[in-house]
């Protein structure tokens, strides 16, 4: 896709016009409000480091489909896929997991990891670890225990009635099935096999595709950037806002009214509400992360409409520019291909090169555990509608522009692609996200379309739920 018009070199060219004097108050409400910012973003960038990372059970699951769909493997996966004996690499990183973990294991893994010990030649230290977890137990799962731990045999009803009030995958059950049943070769699942064998083919081919698209299309734009030797950019409109609007609406709106008071004034209406409309935790959990989003963008939406003047002309208004969509997809198909390798590379190489910093978002790990559809349905669009417009409003629609004008296009993208990058409180994932940013921030100087940085958001956040439904099955 081409476009008609000036050079990059006209994007933030100079300071313009200069802005009217602003009241003494408002800029030491902004300096106030960055100061809090500061604070606030350097406390949850260190405290990431505690919080819990959803990688390890990524592995599992991983690991776990393998397993299960191993039977169903053709022979030319299973080497790629490390099915050459995947029970046993099941059992290393389960021990690994829960001998490692500062807290006790969730009992299902510690029960699948007792099962795996019995069949690959350790049962003493099985029938300690299954001892254990009947002392924890609640009382109609101490049975199916208590069997286990005997080594006895039992008849399939038997089987399905004590097992039932564990939460079971398709591998626990074969598991127990072949470890409790007096005819182990009923315990074969050829069509779970065969599912998770097409889970394993999404969650591993579907990325890999992705990615090699994505590195033809880069090499073509570069090609193209190249030849050109200049990159021609459309002029980048937005709201006529400086720097101390722009601290207001994101340090003042976004950081403080949004992700400091809206927690604390809305959270026990919120937890209420939930709790009033259904019993399920899960469901609970899901109403309460929708409405929390909601509520946090309320604030800082309300301080940009006081911002926005009502007859502003359309270069300073927010460049949304749907129409035609299929132009706006099309620009926001191809950026999300071409930035996937590069976020693949960078998030590669801090894991070789820092290891495991934990921080994950709390999100991906509701999404990865939760069976109730109507849950997932309130995670799905807070991540793939609600986030990428309020996010994208502020760090491509306003920021970028304000930040353009004042120091040029370069600056603007990069120092937008950190702001947005640290806004999301995790040094783990800081540069993969500050590469997504700065992705993001391109699409929006290439085509001068905010619309295609919201879907192109959308896209990414909705590749990363279906990669994490596909692996919770």
Request: glycine share 10%; hydrophobic share 50%.
């Amino acid at each position: 896709m081409s476009t008609n018009a000036p050079s990059g070199q006209e994007q933030g060219a100079g300071p313009g016009p200069a802005a009217p004097a602003r009241p003494a108050w408002k800029r030491w409400l902004a300096l106030l409000s960055l100061l809090l910012t500061g604070l606030l973003w350097f406390n949850g960038l260190v405290d990431s480091f505690d919080r819990p990372t959803v990688g390890n059970a990524l592995q599992l699951r991983q690991l776990e489909l393998v397993a299960l769909a191993a039977p169903a493997l053709p022979a030319a996966l299973q080497e790629p896929l490390g099915a050459e004996q995947p029970r046993q690499a099941l059992r290393n990183e389960l021990e690994r997991q829960v001998n490692g973990a500062a807290e006790p294991a969730a009992a299902e893994w510690q029960l699948q990891l007792a099962l795996l010990e019995q069949q690959l030649g350790d049962p003493a230290v099985a029938g300690h670890r299954l001892s254990v977890l009947a002392g924890q137990a609640k009382p109609e799962q101490r049975p199916l225990l208590e069997a286990l731990a005997a080594g006895e045999r039992l008849n399939p009803a038997d089987l399905d009635a004590l097992a039932r009030p564990w939460p079971l995958s398709p591998l626990r059950r074969q598991l127990l099935c072949e470890q409790l049943s007096r005819d182990p070769e009923r315990c074969a699942q050829p069509q779970q096999q065969r599912a998770a064998l097409w889970r394993l083919l999404g969650v591993n081919g579907l990325p890999l595709l992705l990615v090699l698209v994505g590195l033809v299309l880069l090499g073509r734009e570069v090609w193209q950037c190249w030849r050109r030797r200049q990159t021609l950019l459309p002029p980048l409109a937005g709201p006529a806002l400086d720097l101390i609007d722009v601290t207001l609406l994101i340090a003042g709106g976004f950081v403080v009214v949004g992700e400091l008071l809206t927690p604390l004034l809305a959270g026990p209406l919120v937890t209420a509400l939930a709790t009033g409309l259904s019993r399920d935790p899960a469901l609970q959990q899901g109403v309460m992360v929708l409405a929390l989003y909601l509520a946090l963008m309320a604030g800082p939406l309300w301080i940009l409409r006081r911002q926005l003047p009502a007859g502003a002309p359309p270069e300073q208004r927010l460049q949304w520019q749907w129409r035609p969509l299929a132009s706006t997809a099309g620009w926001a198909l191809s950026r999300v291909l071409m930035v996937l390798p590069a976020v693949a590379l960078v998030g590669w190489l801090v894991e070789r090169l820092v290891g495991d910093g934990g921080g994950s978002n709390p999100l991906l790990e509701l999404v990865l555990t939760t069976r109730n559809p109507l849950a997932l349905g309130c995670f799905a669009f807070t991540a793939i509608v609600l986030a990428p417009l309020f996010e994208e409003t502020l760090f491509r629609g306003v920021l970028l522009p304000a930040l353009a004008r004042r120091w040029g296009w370069a600056w603007g993208l990069v120092i937008s692609a950190l702001t947005f990058s640290v806004a999301h409180l995790s040094l783990a994932e800081l540069p993969a996200l500050a590469v997504l940013g700065l992705g993001l921030g391109w699409l929006r100087l290439r085509s001068g379309r905010l619309g295609s940085c919201v879907l192109m958001h959308g896209l990414w956040n909705g590749l990363t739920f279906v990669n994490l439904v596909l692996l919770a099955g």
